[in-house]
């Protein structure tokens, strides 16, 4: 699958702004989609992920109750709305994909670069104080 990130920007803290990864090649349902993000000089590391249903979220501490992920099938598209911005915030945000497992049930959560099969090239996300 192919992944294609959009949405990223310059914005001031406090504001808001909405990432899309349009996917294409699979069936796109079959796959668990994920945000990730890397700072310049850090690791990426985990922002949120929605299971294939779209019935799981799960996301990191930094960003709960400021971020929402969601999904819309038919479009083959995740979303990350990103509300009350921070500084801290700013990275280049990656959308991933991992294909379903035979063993995996809805609620099955996966955190980590390495559990994740497709990933896109990114959009960057520069929040000013």
């Known amino acids: 699958v192919q992944l294609v990130e959009s949405g990223g920007g310059l914005v001031q803290a406090g504001d808001s702004l909405r990432l899309s990864c349009v996917a294409s090649g699979r069936t796109f349902s079959n796959y668990a989609m994920a945000w990730f993000r890397q700072a310049p000089g850090k690791e990426r590391e985990f922002v949120a992920v929605?299971?294939?249903?779209?019935?799981?979220?799960y996301y990191a501490d930094s960003v709960k109750g400021r971020f929402t992920i969601s999904r819309d099938n038919a479009k083959n598209t995740v979303y990350l709305q990103m509300s009350s911005l921070k500084p801290e915030d700013t990275a280049v945000y990656y959308c991933a994909a991992r294909i379903r497992r035979t063993y995996n049930v809805e609620g099955d959560i996966y955190k980590s670069t390495g559990d994740y099969d497709h990933w896109g090239q990114g959009t960057q996300v520069t929040v000013s104080s």
């Open positions: 929605i299971s294939w249903s779209g019935d799981s979220t």
